[in-house]
């Protein structure tokens, strides 16, 4: 979608549960010493490169808004349920292990993220794809979007004009921010 303006794409620093290997979905854990680190060094990255006038836009999410607050301090952020990680049903809260281990068939064709959208009771790729559209096709100017780690691939995905099924194709990372202008990506580090 090369008509969309400058847009900066930022997951949410590490969390104590990224850490364990457990599902968070719509639950949350604290940002880590290390996930504090991962939005101070967006903040460096953003203050270098993102125009003064973007809009700032967060995931309710507390580890999200944390992010946010850090890596765009002094910034009005506006909340977005949109931009809210999967909703993992069953699976939320629940380790990955647990989870391969009592449905091994999961990770058979190697791809390692659209399983999550297999969950009892959870959300499906075409419901989190709409959502993601929804937020591209509302924005008028450069906008910075702090999200989580499906939910960016799936808006990086429609903001290249990528079907949404191919996310595990697109690098992922804490600490980085994702560009997107006139169609092309880059990841922009401190």
Known sequence: MTDL???????????AWNVEGRLQGHLDSPLTPRGVAQAQAQRAILARVAPVQARVVSSPSPRARRTAGIACDGH???LDP??????????TGKL???IVADHPHLQGD???HLWKFTAPRGERLDDMTARCQ?????????TILFTHGLT???LRCLALGNPPRTLSDLPGGQGVV???RDGQAQILTA
Not at 82 to 91: F, H, N, P, T, V
Not at 134 to 142: F, I, K, N, Q, R
């Open 5 to 15: 303006p400058e847009l900066f794409v930022l997951r949410h620093g590490e969390t």
């Open 76 to 78: 009005a952020i506006t």
């Open 82 to 91: 949109r931009l809210m990680e999967i909703d993992l049903g069953a699976w």
């Open 96 to 98: 990955v292990t647990e």
């Open 110 to 112: 190697g791809d390692p």
């Open 134 to 142: 929804a937020v591209l096709d509302g924005l008028s100017g450069p």
């Open 152 to 154: 960016s691939r799936v």
């Open 178 to 180: 994702h560009h997107i």
